[in-house]
């Protein structure tokens, strides 16, 4: 089991899998997030995530398809490279799920994963250098078949 500290820390059991959850840096209100009233990380990714699909304002980069193909292309790259198995995943306008079982440490995935589709998506926006990505991601590993 390998623990990884952040806002919160996070635990990554060997062997199960992960859903993980990222979003466009900016996609959130400033002050917002999270909100007092939903103390928990649970409480707390069901908001965000309600808030992110319902967002008609803010950052959208992911609606574009071919930003949304540079982030389907380095999940598929991950794959190739070994760093993880891959069940689903859905690009939404501003945000990612993924469910994938990993096969090297959770944060130097999502750091390459991440890091790698930033710098292409911001190379064909003409923003090199700016953040694409939300530093922070939600994770859960699976427990059992049924969840």
């Known amino acids: 089991m390998s623990p990884s500290k952040r806002r919160l820390p996070h635990i990554y059991p060997e062997g199960k899998w992960l859903f993980l959850t990222w979003h466009l840096r900016g996609s959130l209100p400033q002050g917002m997030y999270p909100p007092p009233t939903k103390a928990s990380s649970g409480k707390a990714f069901v908001w965000m995530d309600r808030y992110l ?3 008609v304002t803010g950052l959208q980069f992911l609606r574009d398809p071919s930003i949304a193909r540079i982030v389907i292309d380095s999940l598929h790259k ?3 490279l070994g760093h ?22 959770p944060p130097r995935l999502l750091q390459s994963l991440k ?12 923003r090199t250098g700016e953040p694409f990505w939300q530093t922070e991601s939600y994770d859960h590993w699976v427990r059992d078949a049924q969840e």
């Open 78 to 80: 991950g794959v190739a």
């Open 115 to 126: 890091g790698a589709s930033a710098r292409e998506a911001n190379r064909f926006l003409n």
């Open 53 to 55: 699909d319902r967002a």
């Open 84 to 105: 993880y198995d891959l069940a689903a995943f859905v690009v939404m306008a501003n945000h990612v799920h993924v469910l994938l079982y990993p096969k090297i440490n």
